[in-house]
Structure formats: C-alpha cells, structure tokens
C-alpha cells in the first residue's frame, strides 16, 4: 500500500469494523500487510526513527540512556510486569527496525510521557492507550533482552553468544512450556504497578504484528517504612546478600559481561517459583528458620543477630553440628560459591485450579555476567535444600540484555553492528 493511500485510509471516516481490522495484529498482517502496517502505526503517531532525550524535569525519573540499561542496578521499584515475547518478524532487519521504533517509546515512557503527543484525530485509536495519564514516571525501568531461540529463528546463530542457552534441567523442575523460555523479554520495574503494565502493554502494541506474548507475570515487593529487605511470601526477608548496586568491581565481577557486542549487559535469568503457602503455614516456626538458617523477624544468620551479620556456613557448635544446618538454602548457596545480582519479586495469581490452593511464590530474577553462576547455586541447592519441600519452578527463561543506549543509537545496536 503505497502512502498516499494509507493517509486516505487514515482520513477517511473509520467505521467499528474498520477499526478493528487495524487493530488486530493478524487481520491487519492480512489486510494491510506488513509494510502497510509501519504505515498505519505512522498516521497513529509512532514517530519511528525520532531521537527521545531523557526529560530533566520528569518527577521520579530513572535515566534511560547510560552505560548499561536501567532495570539492573536500578533500586529495586515496588512493582514488576515481566513478559516474555516470542517475534513474528522472519527478517533481520525488520528486527534491527523494531529495536530501533522501541528504543524512542522507552524513552518516552520513562518519561512518564505518552507514547505519542495527543492526537485530536479521533477517526484512528489514539497512540497510547492512555491509562497511565496523570501518573508520574513512577521510576520506571524498562529492560530489553534477547533469548537463545531468537537467533535460531533468525539464522543468527554466529552472533549467539555461547553462554546464552537454555537452563539444563534441575532434578525439582516441573517446568510447564506456557512460562518458559521466549525470543525476547522486556521487564517493566515500576513504583506504580499500572505504570508497568501500561509500558509492556504500550510497547508489544506498537509491535503489533512484530511480536506476540508468550507468557508474562505481574509481581510486587513491599517495603518496609524507611526502607530495608522487603519479605517475601514466607515472611522471610528476601535479598539481604546481594552485590551493592554501587559497588563497581563487585559489579563488574559478578553481573556486566566484559567482551563482545554484549559488552555492557548482562544475562538475565527469570524462574518462576510456586511456593506452597499452606504447607509453609502449617509448618512450626522453628523449622520455618532452619528451612533458611536464618531468623525470621531480624533475618539475622543463625548464631548471629542482625540481618546483615557475616557468617562462616563451615561454623559448628560445641557438639559438632553446623549453627546453620548444612540442609538450609542459605547454607546451600552460599557454599556453592557463586554469586548473582538477585532483583526477584512475589506474585499472587488466584488460585491453581486443580488444587484449590494459592498459585503464589516468587518470580525470581537474577542477573549475572554468566548464566553458569546461576547453575552453579541452583545445582548446590539441587535435591538437599529444605526448601525444595515447599517450592516448585514452574517456568524458567534466560535472557541476553543489551548494554546500555547511547544518545542517537538504538537497543541492540552492537548486536546488529556484529552481523
Ligand atoms: C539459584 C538461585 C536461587 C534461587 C532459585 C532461589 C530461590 C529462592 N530463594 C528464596 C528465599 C531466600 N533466599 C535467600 C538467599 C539466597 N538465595 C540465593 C539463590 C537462590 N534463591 C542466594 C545466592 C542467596 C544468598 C546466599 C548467601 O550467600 O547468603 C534468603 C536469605 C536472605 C537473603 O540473603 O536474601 C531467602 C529468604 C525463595 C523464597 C526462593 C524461591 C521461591
Ligand atoms: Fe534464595
């Protein structure tokens, strides 16, 4: 459809039909075709090639362009909606093109702007669907990452780092195939759990056509008044051994990748974990601590008593016996020596339908300049760890997140440049 057509759709008078053919990704796949589409998405306001800076005004703000993307070592927000995408593109470039139409969107949308100025055409749907209006920024992130079928798929096999690959599989997964894997991911941190949503939702619109939703999870954290570890579903503080987020050598050891077009990213992975909420309720609160070989109210490690207390996992009593049972998660992990970036959120999502109980636990993200050192915990966690008794992994994806954006280049652009 040439452009002197698509604006004659576009002014002429729509009718309910009509409408919804433009907005449905496979009719419009048919009816416009695809080129036609980016035109239609044009006469919507999707400016696709226009140059986005970060506003200096916006009130809670994260930056998007830097070194590394945000979403990271980003504070972490109160809210996330994870969604994994599988892409609908069959060409490089038509993925170069989607990279280079979302990378202004981000910007906007970290803005706490609208995806595009207000539009007083009311003949076409309006470019952004608007329920963000009146929300601030919310110190919204948004992190793009790319899965190993994506390269597969788009015969860009030489490019795949070899790093990226599916998980192996841990003797505990019950993984189902509707929360696994995915070409791509974009995570949406938010204060404002309405102000992720609309980003994701924002974005694989204005990709309509380019990419479907695979799976995707809402989750949340809560923290306490003045700050500190928020708990997690079991009441246990979650995340007190993590990397600091300003700690630049540690960071570099442990989460930016140091070498080819990844340089400046990191591997994403993402583990969708139930966790048996009546099981755990039912069980006596001193086993709830030997499940984590930490307290429950201080968090402090055992033997110890405040949260952020260092501990020897090897450390014995009088007696011979580990003070932090050598069946616990902490002691676990800790003694597989790895160590991740971990940036994880609970989720409740009703009800599992076959059991009548809670379908809740943790979306657990982890980022680290390997995947290995993911597996590497995961494999010394493997059958021992006394919480195996009260989780299940249900879904499971890693992802390649792009370094951070420079102004006037696009998401991914090394990526491409290595093609
Ligand atoms: C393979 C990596 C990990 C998975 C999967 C995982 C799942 C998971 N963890 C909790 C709760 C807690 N984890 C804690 C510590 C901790 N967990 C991991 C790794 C995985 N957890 C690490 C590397 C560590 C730190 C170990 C250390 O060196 O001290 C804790 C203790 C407090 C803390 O440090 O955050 C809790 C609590 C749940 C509920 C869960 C899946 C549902
Ligand atoms: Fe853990």
Redesign the pocket.
Known sequence: MTTSNEEKLINKKISRRDMLKLTSIGVAGVAIGASGLGGVMKAMGYDVFETVADSTTASNKINFYGEHQSGIVTPVQTNIYFASLDVLVTSKKELQELFQQWTPLVVRLMNGELMVDVSTNTRVPTGDTGEAEGLDAANLSITIGVGPSLFDKLGMQHVKPAELKDLPHFPKDQLQKEYTGGDLCIQACADDPQVAFHAVRNLVRAASGKVEIKWSQAGFNSFPAGGG?P????A???????PAITDEKDLNKIVWVDKGWLKGGSYL?A?K???HLETWDRTSLKDQEAT???YRDS?A?FGKTK?FDD?D?EAKDDKGNYIMPDTS??HL??K?G???L?R?YSYASGVMSNTGTHDA??I?I?FQKDPAQ?????N??GRMDK?NE??T?RGSAVFACFPGVQKGSYLGEALFNAL
Do not use: C, W
């Not at 708990?231 to 079991?234: H, P, V, W």
């Not at 246990?236 to 993590?242: H, I, L, M, Q, Y």
């Open positions: 570890t708990r997690n579903l079991f246990f503080k979650d995340g007190t051994v993590n992975i583990r974990v139930q966790m984590f070989g930490r968090g490690p949260e501990f996992v998660h902490v992990a800790r597989s790895a160590r991740v971990r994880s636990g943790l657990f982890s993911f597996t590497t915990i995961q010394s966690l919480m009260y989780i992994h």
